[in-house]
C-alpha cells in the first residue's frame, strides 16, 4: 500500500510542472517580457499578453539611461523570486501575488532607473 501511495505522489509531481519544474499558472496569467535587467536586481517587466488592470501597470515609461520607452511595465517587487535563469528579452508567464515568498530578502542599493508602479509576481512555466 505504501508504494502505492509513494507512486501516486511521484506520478503527480512528475504530471504537475512543466519542463523546468515551475508549476502551471492558474488564470488570470499574463506573458511578461524582462524587459530591463537592472542592477541590484531593478528589474523591469513589460506585460506582453494578458488583460492586465491598466492602472496596476505603467502605460508608457522611458528610461533615463537610454531613452528607449516601454509600454505596460512595471518595476518587479519581489526579485529575490524572481528565477536566475530569465535574461533581459526573455519571455515567460506569470500571475500576480499579494507578497513576495521571501519577504526578507536583501538587494543593493545602487540606483537603477525602474517604473513607479511595482507588482509581485510568480513566474511559471
Known amino acids: 500500500m505504501k508504494y502505492l501511495l509513494f507512486f501516486c505522489c511521484f506520478l503527480s509531481l512528475v504530471c504537475c510542472g512543466d519542463d ?8 488570470p496569467k499574463f506573458l511578461g517580457r524582462l524587459a530591463v535587467q537592472g542592477i541590484c536586481l531593478n528589474y523591469v517587466i513589460e506585460v ?3 488583460d492586465i488592470d491598466p ?3 505603467e502605460a508608457e515609461w522611458t528610461h533615463e539611461f537610454t531613452g528607449e520607452t516601454y509600454t505596460r ?8 523570486d524572481f528565477p536566475e ?5 526573455d519571455t515567460f508567464e506569470f500571475v500576480l501575488i499579494p507578497e513576495p ?6 538587494v543593493c542599493e545602487a540606483y537603477s532607473p525602474t517604473p ?7 513566474v511559471c512555466r
Do not use: H, T
Open 20 to 27: 523546468n519544474g515551475s508549476p502551471a499558472c492558474p488564470d
Open 48 to 50: 506582453v499578453e494578458g
Open 55 to 57: 492602472e496596476l501597470v
Open 73 to 80: 511595465v512595471f518595476r518587479l517587487g519581489n526579485p529575490c
Open 85 to 89: 535563469s530569465l535574461k533581459e528579452g
Open 101 to 106: 515568498q521571501d519577504p526578507f530578502c536583501a
Open 116 to 122: 513607479e508602479k511595482s507588482l509581485n509576481i510568480r
